[in-house]
């Protein structure tokens, strides 16, 4: 099944090929792209059943750390290069779709 | 550790008294309609009778969705989750506010997450867990609340990925 780049997406793939080797855990994406966890949870899920993404539970012992463990996600090397090749194809948000965005928190 | 927020509220939620009563109203409700759906209408009884058992299932999940003692769901693999509700997790036992709402909102997380295959709701849920630990008091009911909006299209999403895959896994074989 063919992914449909949405402005939503779209963040999303810009935040992880800033760096694609870096790890990202989702509040992190959330505060990166604007858009609420809520929203950015089922894309990030979509990416990886695509094969475009991979992710892990970080491995910490949460009483030690005082927080639960974090799921990290990273581009796979064949998903960075479909995700760079997909943004190039793509049309690029316009100024009042991520103004949108940004005030609703990408729950829209 | 803090203990868990539900440990921490009286016996006599109104919240819990008012499920529990639905509960036990809808056990009744559906005895009273089999009984008089056997009764009358012999020919077509199942057809009633389906609807109204998927009803009673339905009330009944609800209905156990804050009463404690009930599954515990959303302890994601690997999440290394402590035992509890997650409301601790969630600094609501902190003095954080009208943790009522907020207590309320998170038992309607656990029950969506019901409403997904068993690994993608504990999946979900134990990441939600991670995340609305991490954030502010202020941010966090609007997490929450775009968390529950997306809960539909998971459910639809998690389902239909379920479902191609036990097809391309073939039927079981007994034994």
New interface residues.
């Given amino acids: 099944m063919a992914l449909r780049l949405t402005v939503q997406v779209q963040l999303i793939l810009q935040a992880l090929l800033r760096d694609p080797a870096k790890e990202m855990?989702?509040?992190e994406l959330?505060e990166e792209t604007g858009l609420?966890?809520?929203?950015a949870?089922?894309i990030l899920?979509?990416l990886e059943?695509e094969g475009w993404m991979a992710s892990?539970?970080e491995?910490?012992?949460?009483?030690a750390e005082k927080?639960?463990?974090?799921?990290y996600y990273r581009l796979t090397a064949g998903g960075a290069a479909q995700a760079s090749a997909a943004l190039a194809g793509a049309r690029r948000p316009k100024g009042t779709a991520l103004r949108r965005l940004a005030e609703g928190?990408?729950?829209a | 550790m803090t203990p868990d927020l539900d440990q921490l509220l009286p016996d006599t939620d109104p919240r819990k008294e008012r499920r529990k009563q639905r509960a036990r109203a809808g056990a009744f409700i559906t005895a009273v309609a089999m009984a008089a759906l056997v009764i009358f209408q012999p020919g077509w009884t199942w057809v009633p009778s389906a609807g109204v058992i998927a009803i009673s299932v339905i009330s009944v999940i609800a209905g156990r969705g804050g009463l404690p003692g009930g599954r515990a769901i959303g302890r994601g693999k690997g999440s290394g989750h402590g035992k509890g509700s997650g409301l601790s997790a969630l600094g609501l036992d902190g003095g954080d506010g009208p943790a009522g709402a907020a207590a309320h909102r998170w038992h309607l997380l656990v029950m969506a997450s019901r409403l997904m295959p068993r690994s993608a709701g504990g999946r979900w849920l134990a990441e939600a867990e991670s995340l609305l630990s991490e954030i502010t008091a202020a941010r966090r009911d609007a997490a929450i609340r775009s968390y529950l909006l997306s809960a539909p299209r998971l459910v639809v999403m998690t389902w239909a990925h379920e479902v191609l895959r036990r097809a391309r896994l073939g039927p079981r074989r007994p034994g």
């Fill in positions: 855990y989702g509040l959330s609420q966890p809520g929203t949870y089922p899920l979509r059943r892990r539970w491995d910490i012992d949460p009483r927080r639960p463990a974090r799921r928190g990408g729950t």
